[in-house]
């Protein structure tokens, strides 16, 4: 039971390219979700999905999307990456009460 | 203004002592609060939630709710250097589905 998982651990990018976070957690969670996380920012929700099939913005989508694959498997990608999106890249599930999640490792991206 | 706020800190307390970590909302309708700890370079793990005004307890930490006054803290008793973390309040949002995070207050334990 290897909980989530996220792939890759760590990347750098150069501005204007692209590229996909997977994320995946095997407890049979309904709900996934990505944060990202910045200094003195806190968690901010990118995007979520409360069940497989539906996809919906949280407060920070501008520059990203999502797909839910299936129910295991949650991708972020970011389509032409900027600076701004230099963060941590959280991914989290829960089965139903949006407290209590359970996060991945975490993403390291850098954009120069 | 922020939805979930926290001092940054860093709070610094003996080993042995009581750390008090505080953390106030904005949203009234809100129902649900979290105590996340991350350590450095790791990911958030939930330590405690409470639904409820007044105080519950597990081990050594209690988590205290005051919805009239907006106010959710978290006290760690018989503190330890391995305590020594970031602690995330978090309180679910608008619709019930989404959580809101505070930046976090930054402990350090000293021995």
């Known amino acids: 039971n290897a909980g989530v998982t996220q792939t890759p651990k760590f990347q750098v990018l150069k501005t204007g390219q692209s590229m996909t976070l997977q994320c995946a957690q095997d407890?049979?969670?309904?709900?996934m979700y990505w944060y990202r996380q910045d200094p003195g920012m806190g968690l901010r929700l990118i995007y979520y999905?409360?069940?497989?099939?539906?996809?919906d913005k949280g407060e920070v989508p501008n520059g990203y999307n999502v797909s839910r694959l299936n129910k295991r498997e949650f991708s972020l990608r970011l389509e032409s990456a900027a600076p701004s999106q230099t963060s941590v890249y959280f991914c989290a599930s829960n089965i139903k009460d949006p407290g209590e999640q359970y996060f991945g490792p975490g993403t390291r991206l850098t954009v120069t | 203004q922020k939805e979930v706020e926290q001092n940054s800190g860093p709070l610094s307390v003996p080993e042995g002592a009581i750390a008090s970590l505080n953390c106030t909302y904005s949203?009234?309708?809100?129902?649900?609060f979290f105590w996340y700890r991350q350590y450095s370079g790791k990911s958030p793990e939930l330590i405690m939630f409470i639904y409820s005004n007044g105080d519950k307890e597990d081990g050594r930490f209690t988590a205290q709710l005051n919805k009239a006054s907006q106010y959710v803290s978290l006290l760690i008793r018989d503190s330890q250097p391995s305590d020594s973390a970031t602690y995330l309040c978090?309180?679910?949002?608008?619709?019930?589905?989404?959580?809101?995070f505070g930046a976090g207050t930054i402990l350090r334990v000293k021995s």
């Open positions: 999905s409360a069940s497989e099939g539906t996809t």
């Open positions: 407890m049979n969670h309904n709900s």
């Open positions: 978090a309180v679910n949002g608008e619709y019930g589905n989404k959580l809101v």
């Open positions: 949203d009234r309708g809100s129902q649900s």
